[in-house]
Nanobody, 125 residues
Framework: QLQLVESGGGLVQPGGSLRLSCVAS????????IGWFRQAPGKEREGVSC????????YYADSVKGRFTISRDNAKSTVYLQMNSLKPEDTAIYYCAAEFLVNVQTMCLIGTGYWGQGTQVTVSS
């Protein structure tokens, strides 16, 4: 069974850091573009960051550039999202998604493929 499982969310103070993990099971991440998305209450889903399947090309939403870093370890079937300098507006449920051989920017703009169940990130003092 193809599955993506996110972890690493939680409550953090403004300015703090979290690292999210997305672990794939039932398939290997080779040839899959992976994206992190988030959705806050009352807001549309936003593509936060995506990473290519091969050359580590990345895409970041303007709202997180310079603060978030996406990376992948195909041997561990895991993709990470390091989030630094967190702000209250980063509060949302964060999801990862995997799609086969799609353009990185396209992936972040439309979000498609297999999805995880999400992990809650709350930034509050």
């Amino acid at each position: 069974q193809l599955q993506l499982v996110e972890s690493g969310g939680g409550l953090v103070q403004p300015g703090g850091s979290l690292r999210l993990s997305c672990v794939a099971s039932g398939f290997t991440l080779d040839n899959y573009v992976i994206g992190w998305f988030r959705q806050a209450p009352g807001k549309e889903r936003e593509g936060v960051s995506c990473i290519s399947s091969s050359d580590d090309t990345t895409y970041y939403a303007d709202s997180v550039k310079g603060r978030f870093t996406i990376s992948r370890d195909n041997a561990k079937s895991t993709v990470y999202l390091q989030m630094n300098s967190l702000k209250p507006e980063d509060t949302a449920i964060y999801y990862c998604a995997a799609e086969f051989l799609v353009n990185v920017q396209t992936m972040c703009l439309i979000g498609t493929g297999y999805w995880g169940q999400g992990t809650q990130v709350t930034v509050s003092s």
